[in-house]
């Protein structure tokens, strides 16, 4: 399931769109974990920066859906439910997949470290309950920024880089990750 690049809105994002977007995605969860009663994986793209939806978060968004979908293949993992959709936030996927919560997320953690785009990923993995399950859970470091090497959340706070150098470092791992075939 993936979204067409050239259908991206480009809408500059506000800070009140932003969150309204952000209960609305917390409620889809919810609703999902109750239809599902089976972990949800949710899956957004990291985009620094006011425009959520554009053609880059969405190629990176597609392939993040293509490597979520083979890995559960791999797995042997069952996909009850997907979908792909676009809000204020930009690209978001949502997967209910029939695979120990754990195990879910230690494999996509895996994703998120083993993929050249894994780094601009943020996949979610919550429980049948509704518990999201972080890095935190198992003893592992926060991300760190596409740049520098510190602390992704540091570096976002204190504003430290430019967003054109962001944008083109997602750029050329998009560009990396296309020359080199990968899914």
């Keep these: 399931?993936?979204?067409l690049p050239e259908l991206a809105t480009r809408h500059a994002v506000s800070i009140p769109e932003l969150l309204t977007s952000r209960d609305e995605r917390q409620a889809r969860q919810h609703a999902w974990l109750a239809r599902h009663r089976a972990p949800l994986v949710s899956f957004t793209v990291?985009?620094?920066?006011?425009?959520?939806?554009s053609e880059l978060t969405r190629q990176i968004f597609n392939h993040?859906?293509?490597a979520l979908l083979t890995l559960a293949e791999k797995?042997?993992?069952?996909?009850?439910e997907q979908t792909?959709?676009?809000?204020?936030?930009?690209?978001e996927g949502l997967l209910s997949i029939?695979?120990?919560?754990?195990?879910?997320?230690l494999a996509t953690i895996e994703l998120e470290h083993s993929h050249?785009?894994?780094?601009?990923?943020?996949i979610d993995v919550l429980t049948p309950e509704g518990e999201i399950l972080s890095r935190r859970h198992f003893a592992l470091p926060a991300r760190r920024c596409l740049l520098c090497g510190q602390s992704a959340a540091e570096c976002a706070r204190g504003k430290t880089h430019a967003l054109s150098d962001l944008l083109i470092r997602m750029e050329?791992?998009?560009?990396?990750?296309?020359?080199?075939?990968?899914d």
């Design 1 to 3: 399931m993936h979204l």
């Design 46 to 53: 990291v985009a620094p920066g006011p425009i959520k939806d």
């Design 64 to 66: 993040g859906m293509t």
């Design 75 to 80: 797995s042997a993992w069952t996909v009850r």
């Design 84 to 91: 792909a959709l676009v809000s204020a936030s930009g690209p």
């Design 98 to 105: 029939a695979a120990p919560a754990n195990n879910l997320k």
């Design 116 to 122: 050249p785009l894994g780094r601009l990923w943020d």
């Design 172 to 182: 050329e791992l998009l560009h990396d990750a296309d020359s080199r075939n990968i």
